[in-house]
């Protein structure tokens, strides 16, 4: 149980014991070393085979000493900052944040309500809502832009967050010339590289395949990424029963050994990089054999990996907030709650893929108003009972006495908008009010309030001169993308 003050202690989700953490990071270990993984990228493979791999192909089997040397190298702790200055995410173990997720295909369109794809203007609301809810901590598109280049279509992704919010952004990329233009339009407007890396306002997202893949493109984005001093997440997964075993036990090994063995790659590229491992470990529907967002064993599985990332000591990147409706319904939000509850309890430092729907294939703002709801419901478990001299009033309690009552009294006023949580969408009025109000649903006030973002919501703006030198390097990334397409 993680303690954080003298006289409060944060309820904890945890699933794996100090044994069993150790059996599963050592049978992860023999993995690597044992089994390896695919490793695609040259320069990769040159750097594990330096360190003392075995290199046969693209196969790389990998020794103890080369993971925990790298776990050794990796941060305890990071930050990303807002733009605005203001936000600030301290990336460490237990230390939780809320955010959206990428590269959704389809996106409810917030006017009409329909399914379609996704277009440019989507990831610039999404942070725009992002911005303006108060517990969501950082900012992911939501969506994969269809109506532009499709090469560029993450460069477009992220100009259009970074000027919707002033919240930390995490872009991901196709290729290593993505994380180029992307860094390019960061230092718009940070000004310099040195402003940059003292408060790095993004974070680089990037992926490993499961069972055991690192795929050139991946590996090639986060070595340029490592070089240049930015922040990087590197998640992976497994489909229990389908890319991973279908024990959880041997899913977390396909997770963890994906992790390390990318982490090891990262540090030996450039020791001291901060990194935040991560995994999405579903299970597979025994009945379509398509992988599972919605499952328990997701939240199980996901909090046993927060668990061993604590043991560890490096941050985790976890999966909440998403469901397997297709619509935002009951069964939304009873999946989205319990995933919200257990990663939230689970103490995973960033959780993303807040506003998925349809097992991740799209994106709703309506979900995110929803789930920032459900957030802040659980983030007034997480802080716990404080308990002291001051809060067990027993000289009130004394006061007051048998058959009295606490609420005409100023500790009562003081202290209740502290200790009782009080909601913005949930109703909590009488029959008779309600009616009055006109019946209004859950899901009425869901678009009402989603209404009122969108139309009152402003974010900061960003520096005189920036959103032309952003529209230039746009510019610059279609031309060059239309001389490479010439050549081909």
């Not at 360190?51 to 790298?70: F, K, N, S, T, Y």
Request: include cysteine; charged fraction near 20%; glycine fraction near 8%.
């Amino acid at each position: 149980m993680n303690i954080n003050y003298d006289d409060r202690q944060t309820p904890q989700f945890r699933v794996l014991s100090d044994q069993q953490m150790e059996k599963v990071f050592q049978a992860t270990l023999e993995c690597l070393n044992r089994t390896g993984v695919n490793v695609l990228n040259a320069e990769a493979r040159e750097l594990l085979g330096e360190a003392g791999a075995r290199v046969d192909g693209v196969r790389v089997r990998i020794p103890p000493h080369i993971i925990q040397d790298a776990i050794a190298a990796t941060p305890r702790s990071f930050t990303i900052w807002g733009r605005d200055g203001q936000h600030r995410m301290q990336v460490i173990p237990d230390r939780v944040y809320f955010g959206p997720g990428p590269t959704c295909t389809y996106f409810v369109d917030p006017e009409t309500g329909e399914r379609r794809k996704v277009r440019r203007g989507d990831p610039g609301m999404t942070a725009l809502v992002c911005d303006a809810l108060e517990h969501i901590d950082y900012v992911m598109g939501l969506g994969l832009i269809s109506d532009v280049t499709p090469s560029l279509a993450p460069v477009y992704e992220f100009a259009e967050m970074i000027a919707n919010t002033g919240k930390p952004v995490l872009p991901w990329a196709y290729s290593a010339k993505n994380v180029s233009d992307i860094y390019q339009i960061a230092l718009a407007i940070a000004g310099s590289e040195k402003a940059l890396r003292q408060r790095p306002f993004f974070a680089f997202f990037s992926t490993f395949q499961p069972p055991l893949v690192h795929t050139d493109e991946d590996l090639a984005n986060v070595l340029w990424a490592a070089e240049h001093d930015v922040p990087i997440i590197y998640l992976g997964g497994g489909s229990a029963g389908a890319t991973a075993p279908v024990t959880g036990a041997g899913t977390l090994i396909i997770c963890l050994a994906g992790a390390l063995s990318g982490l090891a790659v990262i540090q030996l590229k450039r020791r001291g990089t901060a990194v935040c491992i991560g995994a999405v470990p579903q299970p597979m529907d025994l009945r379509t054999g398509r992988p599972v967002y919605g499952a328990p064993e997701m939240s199980l599985y996901s909090a046993a990996l927060s668990d061993l990332s604590r043991y560890l000591e490096i941050p985790f990147m976890s999966t909440a907030g998403a469901s397997e409706a297709k619509v935002l319904d009951l069964q939304a939000a009873i999946e989205s709650t319990f995933q919200v509850v257990l990663s939230g309890l689970s103490g995973a430092t960033l959780i993303h893929d807040v506003g998925f729907l349809d097992c991740a294939d799209i994106g709703s703002l309506e979900m995110l108003v929803m789930t920032d709801e459900i957030i802040a419901m659980t983030r007034r478990v997480m802080r716990g009972i404080e308990v002291n001299d001051d809060t067990l009033m027993l000289d009130l309690i004394d006061k007051v006495g048998p058959a009295g009552h606490f609420m005409a009294e100023k500790e009562t006023a003081r202290r209740c908008r502290r200790e009782i949580w009080t909601p913005k969408l949930i109703d909590r009025e009488p029959w008779v009010n309600w009616r009055a109000a006109g019946s209004p649903t859950m899901y009425d006030r869901i678009q009402a309030r989603l209404g009122e973002i969108l139309a009152t919501h402003q974010p900061p703006l960003l520096p005189k001169g920036v959103a032309e030198r952003i529209e230039a390097i746009l510019q610059a990334a279609e031309v060059r993308e239309r001389g490479q397409g010439a050549r081909g």
